[in-house]
């Protein structure tokens, strides 16, 4: 399993940036070429990705970046410049504003085309934003679109101006939110997560805009991870580390967890169909989030074996 309960980004643009934040304790740090790099910036940007991919330490963070739309000019040299000049070393790419499965399927094509050409077997992982309503009402066949595809990933500020949503920052709760009786965006929050779910993908939230704002940030985490979602981006270093603890198994969790799987095993060593704990029946579906439990917390460092 791998952990990605923070997701950093980067301007791919910029070097002193991009090394602090593979250096920093998100679980994943994506370089970003296409909203943080300007037109004129684009190639140099990626010479600097590809250094980036080539020269510094991820350790176990996948190499990844961003690349620009598949309605852009620059979406195939991202995808050619990088993966032939990075020489093997491209783990993940993030696809942005993907509205159909067909989007996702000429990535992937491209990819096998390049892979091929450099004598490599597919290795290179990809992850689809969901940005529009088209991508949206689409969202099922997306979630399915590609065997390289591993998570779904949630872009609040793009979606809100596709819908016609007033926002006044990317996630952040506003006088609209006041208004609104209920979370504005959870069917949208919801319809994602379960098509990311259903093809056993992961689901990863987007960012909270306003970086100086701790509380409002951190009740954004809970809300996502209420929800069942993975995870969530960080535009800002400062954000990682609360990103991680809500994410991430508390100890009581991890506690729960594993007195449900001895109670189950104990039950079966014993014969016993029904299984009890602190005088509650303990169902398949408590056993099922038992286990995830353990999982992400392995995958998190917190166990010892």
Known sequence: ????????????????MIQKAVASEADVVLLDLEDAVTPENKADARATVTRAMRELDWGAKPRTYRMNALDTPYFYRDLIDIVENSAGAVDLIIIPKVNRAEDVYVVDTLLTQIEAGLGASPAIRLEAQIESAEGLVNCDSIARSSDRLEALIYGPGDYSASVRMPSSSIGVADEWDDLYP??????????????????????IDGPYGDYRDADGHRRSCLIGRAMGYDGKWCIHPGQIAVTNEVFGPTEA????ARRVIAAYEEANLEGLGAVSLDNRMI?????RMAE??????RAAGMLDE
């Open 1 to 16: 399993m791998r952990i990605e309960r923070s997701v950093l980004s980067a301007p791919g643009s910029n070097w002193s």
């Open 182 to 203: 209920g979370h504005r965006y959870q069917y949208a929050m919801h319809r994602i997560l379960a098509a990311a779910r259903a093809a056993g993908i992961r689901v």
């Open 253 to 256: 969790e991890l506690d729960w």
């Open 283 to 287: 169902d398949a579906a408590n056993i």
């Open 292 to 297: 995830n439990t353990v999982e992400l917390a």
